[in-house]
Every structure is written in structure tokens, then in C-alpha cells.
């Protein structure tokens, strides 16, 4: 097996020169751990979890020829939320009938690269590439707080790639789908290079589907993606429309462009908040600083903590004229 060509069908090509300069063999890759990987230089968690996977793929494989390996456990399948984009090149079949077969390849190629290449730029993870089709996860194997948001930007941005791409003279195009739902991911199906980490639920299905019905150029979403993205973009309503396999209609948007926002937050949550609980504590602080800084005494304050643990929003109950200061300026 080539080494380096595996790191190509993976996308990770970036990585060729650091598994050369260290002589990394198929015999050696079969052995690599979290630890060898990060001594290496592949720094991101999730591209560490992407080639662990599909290590384990290759060490199932040479334990299915005969070969004896060192005994890994298979990865666990998971239940957990995802958004699923799946991209599709516009006119594949008109290109094929055009087209010598090898000269496709190469146009395949380039949509193949250019996607890939914006998907890591956000994170994502591509998970199977079907011809004129790219099947990418947000949220797995790294998750984010702002899965949906990533995917919507590197919809938008893979379609402007795409579009500057002109290969064998052929100006291409491509359409996305993109939906955002819980779904268990993560067990191996299929045997030898066909063998693939499943996502199994209704989402995949539905981004699927909402690509079919975008025009040219365009991106197209669920439900459940347009809550978590909010006002972060501009949209167009599509109704409820009908998509195939599933018995009842669903309402869909196109997105246009990304919006200009001054507020993130009030972007993703809107205007109307819940009352904020439990807080009490950290706002007296915050009030009692503030009430320095009026009087001449400057202060500096550093609000940190975990994702969605509600920085943001203690942020904005200061600013909410129910809070007992006498300026919005603090911040």
C-alpha cells in the first residue's frame, strides 16, 4: 500500500512530507498512536482522529487477509447532533456524455480538491466523495458549538471555489443541502475498502434531498440548521417543500450571503431573551466594578469559561434596562 496516496484519499495531503521525512511505512502506520502523531507535527484533534480512524480501518483489513496485528478496539458508535452538507456538482451527467472518461477524472478531480480543501479550512470532516457528490460532517469526529454555522460558511465559500475552477475549459458549478439533526455515527460497515463509519438517522437523507431542489450556485437548508445560524445570513423562505422519502413537507431557505451583524449573539438568539438565573452573584461583581469605573477607578474584566456556559449572555443582562447601572458604555 502506498502510504502517501492513502493520506491523498483521505485529504490530507498536507501531511505527505511529515510521514516521508519520518519514514513512515505501512508497518509503522499500522502502529501510530494520539501521541506519535502529535510528536510528528499533525496538530489539530481532529485530523489526530480522522487518521486514527482510518488506521483502524486498515488494521481491521489486514486482520481480515491473515495478517497479525496488535489488537485494536473498533470506534464506538455515537449518538450525538450533526449537520450533514452534502455538495453536488451541477450537470455531471451532460460532462460525462461530453467528456473522454479520463478527462472527467481530472474535472472530478479539482471539484474533489477544492471542496475538500474549504471543508478543512472549517473543521468538517469529509466523509465520502460519490462522484459528483461530497458527503461532509460538522460535528464529527471535532465538535463545535457553531457546527451549523461552519457548514453554512463553507457552503458558501466551496461554491465560489467551485466556481472559479475551469478545467478542460469547462466552467463548473455546484449546488448544497445542508441539515442539522441528531443521528448515531461512527460504526463500520462494509468490508475492505468499501468500509465506512455510518451515520445513521433522517438527516443525512434530508441534506441529501434539499440539494436536489437548490438551483445552481445555491445553498439550501433545514430547519434545524436555520435555528442554530439565526440572522447570521440572509435568506430566502422556500416554503414547506416535498422532499422524497419523508411523509410530510418540510420548510427549507436558500441562503444568500452572510448578514452584517453587529451583535452575534443578538444575531443566534434574537432580540427576546430568557430570564437569566442564577447569575445573581457574578452581575452584583460586575455592577460593583462598574460603579468603580464611574467613579474614576478603571477596571479590566475577563469573562471566560466553557462553550454555551452563557458568557454572552451575562454580557448582554448588563446592558438590559432592567439592570440596576446608569450607562450601557461599560462594555
Same mark, same amino acid.
Given at each position: 500500500m502506498d502510504v502517501l496516496g492513502w493520506l491523498r484519499n483521505l485529504g490530507l495531503e498536507q501531511y505527505e512530507?511529515?510521514?516521508?521525512?519520518?519514514? =513512515?511505512?505501512?508497518?509503522?502506520?499500522?502502529?501510530?498512536?494520539? /501521541?506519535?502523531?502529535?510528536? =510528528?507535527?499533525?496538530? +489539530?484533534?481532529?485530523?489526530?482522529?480522522?487518521?486514527?480512524?482510518?488506521?483502524?480501518?486498515?488494521?481491521?483489513?489486514?486482520?481480515?487477509?491473515?495478517?497479525?496485528?496488535?489488537?485494536?478496539? +473498533?470506534?464506538?458508535?455515537?449518538?450525538?447532533?450533526?449537520?450533514?452538507?452534502?455538495?453536488?456538482?451541477?450537470?455531471?451527467? #451532460?460532462?460525462?456524455?461530453?467528456? /473522454?472518461?479520463?478527462?472527467?477524472?481530472?474535472?472530478?478531480?479539482?471539484?474533489?480538491?477544492?471542496?475538500?480543501?474549504?471543508?478543512?479550512? %472549517? /473543521?468538517? %470532516?469529509?466523509?465520502?466523495?460519490?462522484?459528483?457528490?461530497?458527503?461532509?460532517?460538522?460535528?464529527?469526529?471535532?465538535?463545535?458549538?457553531?457546527d451549523a454555522e461552519r457548514a453554512v460558511r463553507a457552503a458558501l465559500s466551496a461554491i465560489d471555489a467551485?466556481?472559479?475552477?475551469?478545467v478542460r475549459s469547462v466552467k463548473l458549478q455546484a449546488r448544497v443541502?445542508?441539515?442539522?439533526?441528531?443521528?448515531?455515527?461512527?460504526?463500520?460497515?462494509?468490508?475492505?475498502?468499501?468500509?465506512?463509519q455510518s451515520v445513521v438517522g433522517e438527516t443525512p437523507n434530508l441534506a441529501a434531498r434539499l440539494q436536489t431542489l437548490?438551483?445552481? /450556485?445555491?445553498?439550501?437548508?433545514?430547519?434545524?440548521?436555520? #435555528?442554530?445560524?439565526?440572522?447570521?445570513f440572509e435568506y430566502r423562505e422556500l416554503g414547506t417543500v416535498e422532499v422524497k422519502g419523508i411523509d410530510v413537507p418540510v420548510p427549507a431557505w436558500q441562503v444568500l450571503h452572510p448578514s452584517v451583524v453587529e451583535s452575534r449573539f443578538e444575531a443566534l438568539r434574537g432580540l427576546t431573551l430568557t430570564p437569566l438565573v442564577g447569575r445573581d452573584e457574578e452581575i452584583d461583581l460586575l455592577l460593583r466594578l462598574w460603579t468603580r469605573v464611574k467613579a474614576g477607578d478603571g477596571q479590566i474584566v475577563l469573562v471566560s469559561g466553557e462553550p454555551g456556559i452563557g458568557k454572552s449572555r451575562i454580557t448582554a443582562a448588563m446592558g438590559e434596562p432592567n439592570c440596576s447601572h446608569s450607562s450601557r458604555a461599560w462594555v
Open positions: 512530507a511529515i510521514f516521508r521525512d519520518n519514514d =513512515i511505512d505501512v508497518s509503522l502506520l499500522l502502529s501510530l498512536t494520539n /501521541d506519535d502523531l502529535k510528536e =510528528i507535527g499533525v496538530a +489539530s484533534l481532529g485530523y489526530r482522529r480522522r487518521l486514527l480512524a482510518a488506521i483502524a480501518v486498515l488494521r481491521t483489513q489486514q486482520a481480515g487477509a491473515g495478517v497479525s496485528t496488535t489488537p485494536v478496539p +473498533s470506534p464506538e458508535a455515537e449518538r450525538r447532533q450533526l449537520t450533514v452538507m452534502f455538495c453536488d456538482l451541477v450537470g455531471s451527467t #451532460r460532462l460525462s456524455a461530453r467528456l /473522454d472518461p479520463e478527462d472527467l477524472r481530472e474535472v472530478y478531480a479539482a471539484y474533489h480538491c477544492a471542496v475538500a480543501h474549504v471543508v478543512r479550512s %472549517f /473543521d468538517g %470532516f469529509v466523509a465520502k466523495y460519490m462522484g459528483d457528490g461530497v458527503l461532509v460532517y460538522f460535528g464529527y469526529p471535532q465538535a463545535h458549538e457553531d467551485i466556481g472559479r475552477l475551469e443541502g445542508i441539515a442539522t439533526g441528531l443521528v448515531v455515527v461512527g460504526d463500520l460497515i462494509g468490508e475492505g475498502s468499501a468500509q465506512e437548490a438551483e445552481p /450556485d445555491a445553498v439550501v437548508i433545514a430547519a434545524g440548521t436555520r #435555528r442554530l445560524v439565526g440572522d447570521l
